[in-house]
């Protein structure tokens, strides 16, 4: 069955420290893989997006994240993070159809 | 950039009526989603919407459910009658093209509580 696992549901990093959200896919295809965020009150918005070339693609805000096929994963990196990246973050992932299949999310929190 | 408003951010209604979910979605967009979250759960899939017509839905996507957008207006979502199970968050997103790696813009949700 295709899945999407976000194991973390709560990770809490310092300010300025580096960050890694994890996610994993199970899919039988060739895979489009999505990073979203939600900060508070406002709709989902795209981080990033990979379907094909450089595995490690870059984001909006210095966001970063990895494709590993041996893996099934596709984990969202930052170098360093800011108290503005306090949101929801999701994995998802799509295939041929329309439909966007998603992880449970993980909430970011950022200690000052 | 562009937005997706979801009106209202929050609806209460009795088991048994109806209930209407409204979606402004960005201006060009042509393709249309919901999806609904389950407190606690994953997103799923709901529907796509495409040139007037349903083009994919899931096994969520209930005989009590429908979808339309009537002259361009709102893009809305229709539960009649409402049951307990449908209390959940609903997102309504829309893009520009229908293919699998094109970017949804999502609004903030419709927290929709059965009672």
């Known amino acids: 069955a295709q899945s999407v696992t976000q194991p973390d549901a709560r990770v809490t990093v310092s300010e300025g420290a580096s960050l890694q959200l994890r996610c994993k896919y199970s899919y039988s295809g060739t895979p489009y893989l999505f990073w979203y965020v939600q900060y508070p009150r406002q709709g989902l918005q795209l981080l990033l997006k990979?379907?094909?070339?450089d595995p490690v693609v870059q984001g909006v805000n210095g966001f970063e994240a990895e494709f590993i096929k041996s893996n099934s994963s596709f984990h969202l990196r930052k170098a360093s993070v800011h108290w503005s990246d306090s949101a929801v973050y999701f994995c998802?992932?799509?295939?041929?159809?329309?439909?966007?299949?998603w992880g449970s999310g993980t909430k970011l929190i950022i200690k000052p | 950039g562009p937005k997706v408003l979801q009106i209202p951010s929050h609806q209460i209604i009795d088991m048994g009526q109806m209930v209407t979910l409204n979606c402004d979605p960005v201006?060009?967009?042509?393709?249309f989603y919901w999806y609904k979250q389950i407190l606690g759960q994953q997103m799923e899939f709901l529907v796509n919407?495409?040139?007037?017509?349903?083009?994919?839905k899931s096994k969520l996507f209930k005989d009590q459910f429908s979808v339309e957008r009537p002259d361009g207006s709102y893009f809305t979502l229709k539960i009649q009658p409402t049951a307990l199970e449908d209390s959940a968050v609903y997102f309504c997103a829309s893009s520009l093209e229908g293919t699998s790696q094109n970017t949804l813009y999502f609004g903030a949700g419709t927290r929709l509580s059965v009672l």
């Open positions: 201006s060009n967009h042509l393709y």
């Open positions: 998802a992932v799509s295939g041929s159809n329309y439909q966007l299949i």
């Open positions: 990979y379907y094909s070339g």
């Open positions: 919407f495409y040139n007037g017509k349903v083009m994919e």
